[in-house]
């Protein structure tokens, strides 16, 4: 009943009428989608290091250091002795509390291998440091990729897709390659403008990377 | 005619549509999600630099006041605490000039209403208040009463008030298009009442929904307490907490009161033909009530999915 009024009462709104409206309302929305929390509150700096064994790229290491705000958050909460630094049986309590549910979010690592995605579903050899009241988090994304001799590309984009935290490659050092003799690898760090996020509105950062065997 | 209609109902699906999606507050590092998130297909709003800009100078603003929060632990002096006061009020009106903060209901609530710069100024003022206040009693509540780790309690506290604020805004926007109705058949019938139109809310109901729109504690405000809080600095983390808090204020008042503009200067382009603005105002007050309930619907089905 309602609704069938409601059209009736919108048919009567000459379309020409109601655009500085709707202007209004699309610059709005723009300014953010609407939940209820103002995003991002968590800002990582991150670096890559790109593994290589024999026969090309073996895995990804991807280190994390966070802001002192949250870096505090965690240290209130798992650095249960207070003595400023982590130890095994509080870096196994952060991994279980405070890391694994981000399996959910790809571990903010998204890989695509010349093209394809590579979902990243298992990391191995997590380890978390607080030093100075500055934590950091560290895991390995196991993800080979033979090298051929045409060339190969690997993408990595490290981005929290809900953006609660921004992920942003670090200043110095962002990409560091492990072992790579044998191969001609060449990558740079690049905003990649044909994907985006959090409902369309912030295009990732990614790194490019290409790798073939050396002649 | 009936190509008008469509068009309309389209262009207002698509709006609802742009907005609805990425409706998740909870922090990945903690909240159990069900499903994975996938990168929004959505691109409706194109992606704009000024969201990595403002988010990278919130950085900035926040990694100075840590600066200043470990230096004022050490020397107690007035200046770099003023300087640290102005900081955060900066840090509050960038903070809420990204996306969130119930800008988008708190407007939609405005456009429902009859104009009036005083209500504009409570409803926006208000929600940030009342966000910020929020953040800060839950800081002080789980630091003095439960004596516990923060977390916990903010994941709870965060979900019951989504649910609360969800529900409230999703029957408010109800009541509004009831309303809206019942307006539009007396005033198709002919028969308006002089004096029906009650200008703009009273105080206190727009600061009951303010309150209803910006009680989810704000994680901005949590953190950078729960940072001063951790060196003793109590007094300072509150402070620091209404500093951001009075920064938000003027951000989220000042699309409020942009929004009201906007919807001013629609009719006053109408205004030629009274009965035809009438009606649009009453299809633009339908429209916005009907976008509050829906808004807070979306809200509290992607809080219960969550």
């Known amino acids: ?53 024999d026969e090309g790229i073996s895995g990804i290491r991807v280190k994390w250091v966070f802001d002192k705000y949250f870096s505090r958050m965690i240290a209130d909460e798992f650095d249960t002795d207070r003595d400023g630094v982590l130890k095994p049986s509080e870096v196994a ?22 093209g394809k995605p590579f979902k990243v579903q298992f990391v191995r050899d997590f380890n978390s440091t607080l030093k100075d009241g500055v934590l950091t988090y560290e895991f390995l994304i196991p993800c080979h990729v033979k090298a051929a001799k045409t060339v190969k590309e690997l993408r990595v984009s490290p981005y929290d897709p809900s953006y609660y935290s921004l992920v942003l490659f670090a200043e110095t050092d962002p990409v560091t390659l492990v072992d790579y003799n044998g191969f001609d690898v060449d990558h740079k760090i690049a905003k990649n403008t044909q994907e985006s996020y959090y409902n369309g509105q912030v295009n990732p950062y990614e790194m490019v990377l290409t790798f073939r065997l050396a002649k | 005619m009936m190509k008008r209609k469509i068009a309309c109902i389209g262009l207002i699906l698509l709006l609802l549509l742009a907005s609805a999606s990425g409706a ?56 770099p605490i003023l300087y640290l006061l102005l900081l955060a009020f900066c840090y509050g009106v960038l903070h809420a000039a990204g996306p969130g903060h119930g800008k988008v209901v708190a407007t939609s609530f405005m456009l429902s209403q009859k104009r009036s710069l005083a209500g504009g100024l409570l409803l926006g003022n208000g929600v940030a208040i009342a966000h910020g206040i929020s953040g800060i009693i839950l800081v002080l509540a789980v630091h003095f009463i439960l004596k516990s780790g923060l977390i ?155």
């Open chain 1, 1 to 53: 009943m309602i609704s069938k009024k409601y059209v009736q009462c919108l048919g009567d709104i000459k379309l020409r009428s109601i655009i500085p409206f709707l202007i209004v309302l699309s610059l709005l929305l723009s300014m953010g989608a609407p939940d209820s929390n103002a995003h991002p509150h968590v800002f990582i700096a991150n670096r890559l290091h790109i593994i290589f064994d």
């Open chain 1, 93 to 114: 309590v952060i991994k279980k509390d405070a890391f694994s549910n981000l399996a959910t979010f790809d571990y903010f690592t998204f890989i695509k291998i010349s």
């Open chain 2, 24 to 79: 998740l507050a909870q922090n990945p590092f903690f909240s159990k999600k069900k499903s994975s998130p996938q990168p929004a297909p959505s691109r409706l709003v194109p992606p704009h630099p000024i969201f990595i800009k403002l988010a990278v100078w919130q950085k900035q603003l926040k990694d100075t006041m840590a600066g200043l929060i470990e230096q004022a632990r050490n020397e107690r002096r007035p200046g």
């Open chain 2, 152 to 306: 916990g309690p903010l994941q709870t506290v965060t979900r019951t008030t989504q649910y609360i604020s969800y529900s409230l805004i999703t029957l408010l926007g109800t009541a509004l298009v009831i309303k809206c109705f019942f307006k539009w058949r007396s005033a198709s019938r002919g028969n308006r009442k002089p004096g029906e139109d009650t200008a703009a809310g009273s105080g206190t109901r727009m600061l009951a929904v303010a309150i209803a729109i910006g009680i989810i504690p704000c994680p901005g405000v949590v953190m950078v307490m729960l940072f001063a809080m951790s060196m003793n600095l109590i007094g300072l983390g509150i402070a620091l907490g209404f500093c951001i808090a009075a920064g938000m204020a003027v951000t989220i008042t000042l699309v409020v009161i942009l929004a009201m503009y906007g919807k001013g200067l629609t009719l006053k382009v109408l205004a030629r033909d009274s009965r035809l603005a009438k009606r649009i105002e009453l299809g633009i007050e339908a429209t916005a009530g009907l976008l509050v309930a829906a808004l807070g619907g979306l809200l509290l089905v992607g809080t219960v999915y969550t």
